[in-house]
């Protein structure tokens, strides 16, 4: 695909098409992010010449356009572009500077001609209409009404419709669907309105560069296909008209894939901090009137942490044994996951980088422990009272030992969990081959969690036995933490043993209990014989 050249400054742009990867990825917890920028309007800063960069990997499971034969790249095609507005200028820059000739219709073209480049025609609405074939329809659905004076100049014209609503299913139809109501006689494609005018303006560098496109005619699909691809961007097919309320839906959606581990991690925050506010605060004012509160913000807080990213850790990979205990039940690999299995496997990233996020916290307010004021009054009246009892050593070589190994063992966890962080990223995960991601996700995520275990044990020691760390009959937060890790590391232990590990080898590779084909040797008279000697597959 070459650089189109339009106008007094021409515009380069570079495309990457990066490899795919369709090899499944089972008890993962880090993938590709999916990013989708969905603001129409932005503060615009419009460059002399467009930015280069790659194209992001496509990642939605709908059918992409981009290896289509049928598709093939537009000549100097003349486009049309209805609206003045931030994304129309955007749009205007992105098709001129990939080798399109520009048709911006205005309803005041003498005042809005000096917002668009040069190489782009700025007329009446009515002129922009009868000179191009292709039309971006960049206003606001409540100013659909306004275009109905050119319904005659419309006919068998393709609308492109790239608009948004306020809020999710805001109408009873789509904007696309209103558009095509009003207007009949033309054909209308869904298409853009995932991309930002500030994408649109940059170029291929920043953000997701797929554009997903609907529409009841398949030919109209087919040449915005074409255009958006000559532009830098990945057509992907979302079906009939039908799909255009789906498609709106999209920008308007906050982290649909993070709400339900924020949620999780939240109550998860909520319920040790209780825990650990009884145990740390109440107890000591409850039974020797010692007033404790300073200790929340600062000591309670870094408690509660790693308890949630330690859980959290666990969560990623208990739905993998879950999964693998249900193959192993029902000994096949094609049976359905329960529905609650299956959002659980699909939420293990976002879990993942929660725990990560949760455990770097932790490191932060452990390093601040020492700065706080209560912890030097506490020095000090310390020393004191050494001082009173005469005591001249005090080193105790057990906790000596317990906390090197303590503070050791965290790092080394708290490395391998930025390791997998850093994996997430889409630039890193696409230079890497299946094993290689494979190996740092699975293998070294499951080493993390083993490690984070002897964190917590070594943290603990021996305190676990002795009565006074149970407040109020309470035992102390690390116990309870143990429980979901330890179950996850028993279970990966016996899906290691060669007779279980074998069986779940077998499923995943296709095979099936209690469904075979059955070979019947010939006999030594050349005749069949009924079944004395098969051969199952």
Same mark, same amino acid.
């Given at each position: 695909?070459?650089?189109?050249?339009?106008?007094?400054?021409?515009?380069?742009?570079?495309?990457?098409?990066?490899?795919?990867?369709? =090899?499944?990825?089972?008890?993962?917890?880090?993938? =590709?992010?999916?990013?989708?920028?969905?603001?129409?309007?932005?503060?615009?800063?419009?460059?002399?010449?467009?930015?280069?960069?790659?194209?992001?990997?496509?990642?939605?499971?709908?059918?992409?356009?981009?290896?289509?034969?049928?598709?093939?790249?537009?000549?100097?095609? /003349?486009?049309?572009?209805?609206?003045?507005?931030?994304?129309?200028?955007?749009?205007?820059?992105?098709?001129?500077?990939?080798?399109?000739?520009?048709?911006?219709?205005?309803?005041?073209?003498?005042?809005?001609?000096?917002?668009?480049?040069?190489?782009?025609?700025?007329?009446?609405?009515?002129?922009?209409?009868?000179?191009?074939?292709?039309?971006?329809?960049?206003?606001?659905?409540?100013?659909?009404?306004?275009?109905?004076?050119?319904?005659?100049?419309?006919?068998?014209?393709?609308?492109?419709?790239? /608009?948004?609503?306020?809020?999710?299913?805001?109408?009873?139809?789509?904007?696309?669907?209103?558009?095509?109501?009003?207007?009949?006689?033309?054909?209308?494609?869904?298409?853009?309105?995932?991309?930002?005018?500030?994408?649109?303006?940059?170029?291929?560098?920043?953000?997701?560069?797929?554009?997903?496109?609907?529409?009841?005619?398949?030919?109209?699909?087919? $040449?915005?296909?074409?255009?958006?691809?000559?532009?830098?961007?990945?057509?992907?097919?979302?079906?009939?008209?039908?799909?255009?309320?789906?498609?709106?839906?999209?920008?308007?959606?906050?982290?649909?894939?993070?709400?339900?581990?924020?949620?999780?991690?939240?109550?998860?925050?909520?319920?040790?901090? $209780?825990?650990?506010?009884?145990?740390?605060?109440?107890?000591?004012?409850?039974?020797?009137?010692?007033?404790?509160?300073?200790?929340?913000?600062?000591?309670?807080?870094?408690?509660?942490?790693?308890?949630?990213?330690?859980?959290?850790?666990?969560?990623?990979?208990?739905?993998?044994?879950?999964?693998?205990?249900?193959?192993?039940?029902?000994?096949?690999?094609?049976?359905?996951?329960?529905?609650?299995?299956?959002?659980?496997?699909?939420?293990?990233?976002?879990?993942?980088?929660?725990?990560?996020?949760?455990?770097?916290?932790?490191?932060?307010?452990?390093?601040?422990?020492?700065?706080?004021?209560?912890?030097?009054?506490?020095?000090?009246?310390?020393?004191?009272?050494?001082?009173?009892?005469?005591?001249?050593?005090?080193?105790?070589?057990?906790?000596?030992?317990?906390?090197?190994?303590?503070?050791?063992?965290?790092?080394?966890?708290?490395?391998?969990?930025?390791?997998?962080?850093? $994996?997430?990223?889409?630039?890193?995960?696409?230079?890497?081959?299946?094993?290689?991601?494979?190996?740092?996700?699975?293998?070294?995520?499951?080493?993390?969690?083993?490690?984070?275990?002897?964190?917590?044990?070594?943290?603990?020691?021996?305190?676990?036995?002795?009565?006074?760390?149970?407040?109020?009959?309470?035992?102390?937060?690390?116990?309870?933490?143990?429980?979901?890790?330890? $179950?996850?590391?028993?279970?990966?232990?016996?899906?290691?043993?060669?007779?279980?590990?074998?069986?779940?080898?077998?499923?995943?590779?296709?095979?099936?209990?209690?469904?075979?084909?059955?070979?019947?040797?010939?006999?030594?008279?050349?005749?069949?014989?009924?079944?004395?000697?098969?051969?199952?597959?």
């Amino acid at each position: 695909m070459g650089p189109g050249l339009l106008g007094p400054k021409p515009c380069a742009l570079l495309f990457k098409w990066p490899k795919r990867h369709f =090899s499944p990825r089972p008890l993962m917890w880090f993938g =590709s992010l999916r990013e989708l920028h969905n603001e129409l309007a932005f503060p615009l800063v419009f460059p002399a010449r467009m930015s280069r960069g790659d194209m992001a990997k496509p990642l939605l499971g709908h059918r992409s356009m981009e290896g289509d034969p049928s598709i093939t790249p537009a000549a100097s095609r /003349s486009i049309g572009v209805l609206g003045s507005g931030d994304f129309a200028r955007s749009l205007a820059i992105r098709l001129v500077c990939s080798g399109f000739k520009v048709v911006v219709g205005s309803r005041n073209p003498k005042r809005k001609a000096g917002l668009f480049p040069s190489a782009a025609e700025v007329t009446f609405q009515a002129e922009a209409v009868k000179k191009t074939d292709v039309i971006f329809v960049a206003v606001f659905r409540e100013h659909y009404s306004t275009l109905c004076d050119l319904a005659d100049v419309l006919v068998g014209k393709i609308l492109v419709d790239v /608009s948004n609503n306020t809020e999710i299913n805001h109408h009873k139809e789509s904007n696309a669907e209103y558009l095509a109501s009003l207007f009949p006689a033309c054909t209308v494609v869904k298409g853009f309105n995932v991309v930002s005018a500030w994408t649109l303006q940059s170029g291929a560098r920043d953000g997701n560069k797929q554009v997903l496109i609907c529409s009841n005619n398949q030919e109209a699909k087919r $040449t915005v296909a074409e255009i958006a691809q000559v532009m830098g961007f990945t057509p992907v097919d979302m079906g009939c008209m039908s799909s255009a309320r789906e498609i709106e839906n999209i920008p308007l959606r906050l982290l649909p894939a993070w709400k339900i581990p924020i949620f999780l991690a939240l109550g998860l925050f909520l319920c040790f901090f $209780t825990y650990n506010l009884i145990r740390q605060v109440i107890h000591p004012y409850i039974r020797e009137q010692k007033n404790k509160l300073y200790k929340i913000p600062i000591e309670v807080v870094n408690t509660t942490l790693p308890c949630v990213a330690y859980v959290m850790l666990s969560l990623v990979y208990l739905p993998g044994v879950l999964a693998a205990c249900s193959q192993l039940y029902y000994g096949t690999k094609y049976r359905r996951f329960p529905d609650w299995l299956d959002q659980w496997l699909q939420h293990r990233k976002q879990i993942g980088l929660l725990s990560f996020f949760c455990a770097a916290l932790h490191a932060v307010y452990s390093l601040c422990l020492p700065m706080r004021r209560s912890h030097r009054y506490q020095l000090i009246e310390t020393a004191v009272k050494q001082a009173v009892e005469k005591k001249m050593n005090i080193w105790v070589e057990e906790e000596v030992w317990r906390m090197e190994i303590y503070i050791s063992v965290g790092i080394i966890a708290l490395g391998l969990l930025s390791l997998l962080a850093i $994996t997430s990223l889409p630039s890193i995960a696409n230079s890497l081959n299946w094993r290689e991601f494979s190996f740092i996700q699975s293998t070294l995520g499951f080493i993390a969690l083993v490690i984070s275990t002897l964190h917590t044990l070594t943290y603990g020691w021996s305190r676990a036995f002795d009565e006074n760390q149970y407040k109020f009959y309470l035992p102390p937060t690390y116990t309870l933490t143990l429980l979901v890790p330890c $179950t996850v590391i028993l279970a990966k232990v016996i899906f290691s043993l060669p007779c279980i590990q074998q069986r779940l080898l077998r499923i995943r590779r296709g095979w099936e209990k209690g469904r075979y084909v059955k070979f019947v040797l010939p006999s030594a008279t050349g005749e069949y014989s009924s079944g004395e000697t098969s051969s199952n597959v």
